[in-house]
């Protein structure tokens, strides 16, 4: 069993857990600690309400924790505020600006859909390593107060956009918007599978966290702290 942490500060925690929980030969840690964190292979960082969780994470020390887990090679998913929070920049931040993790090579507009009231959803075509899942289906796309990718420095590999409606053509000057990517060990979207039951995406992130711990020698994380 490989052991996948969820980042467990604010947020959609639990819904990713319980998904996480029926990807076979996973075991899932609330990850609230130092030791927590040091004790799993990957780590997702749930949506939620990006600079509340920066908040929380400073106040508990997190911040430079998160940093060395990310540029130590493991991997991390970010899903929505969690995509903010990954990102080397973002755009619509609360003045004063906000703490970034940063890692992944992208700006993101953190509110770019709207308000709450803007919260939608769709279905979007499948990328390979979701496709690779057992079914080829698109997946249900739910956005909330969702952020999207303004601009992706190079190798940053799309995995999902969105065709904007003429309203929101007009309003934003463009025809589409990236809403998933992945460069590396660092995957992000401004979606939430977690709200759904199509388990795809965890699925694809386990086969990350699986990738590197097998090149890191087979060792998915050190033993639980008591
Ligand atoms: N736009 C929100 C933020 O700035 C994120 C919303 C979400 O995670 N559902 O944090």
Known sequence: RIRVGVLALQGSFREHMTLLQKVPGVEVVEVRTKDELESVAGL???????????????RWGLIPELRSFAKAGKPVWGTCAGMIFLAEGAEGQKEGGQTLLG???ITVSRNFFGAQINSFETRLPAPECVKSHGSTDDFRAVFIRAPAVLAAGPGVEVLAEYA?????RAKHGRDKVIVGVRKGVLMATAFHPELTTDIRWHQAFVDMVRAHAGEAG?????????
Not at 218 to 226: F, Q
């Open 218 to 226: 087979g060792v998915p994380g050190k033993a639980p702290p008591p």
């Open 164 to 168: 904007l409606t003429p309203e929101e």
């Open 103 to 105: 890692g992944l090579d």
């Open 44 to 58: 997702i960082i749930p949506g939620g309400e990006s600079t509340t969780m920066a908040l929380v994470a400073e």
